[in-house]
């Protein structure tokens, strides 16, 4: 998957194609070659869900620090 495509997608699109590919990847009938790209797949994805949880945490984290301040 494409660090391009990654950018443009939501984290909740995110989500739900990692849904997706857990799905696919339960399916008996798949096979090594298949599971092994859609795992890849996966784990990018997953990488990419994380990193933009960590950005959210911070922007949090630095909003609540600037609330503290300004009600000093």
């Known amino acids: 998957m494409k660090t ?3 950018q443009n997608k939501t984290l909740e699109a ?3 194609e990692l849904q997706e590919i857990i799905k696919k990847l339960e399916n008996e009938e798949i096979s090594l070659e ?3 790209k859609l795992y ?3 784990i990018e994805l997953l990488k990419y869900c994380n990193n933009s949880i960590d950005k ?3 922007q ?3 909003l609540g620090e600037n609330k503290d301040s300004n009600e000093l």
């Open 4 to 6: 391009q495509d990654m």
């Open 14 to 16: 995110s989500f739900e």
């Open 34 to 36: 298949d599971s092994f």
């Open 40 to 42: 890849t797949d996966g």
């Open 56 to 58: 959210v945490e911070k």
């Open 60 to 62: 949090l984290i630095i």
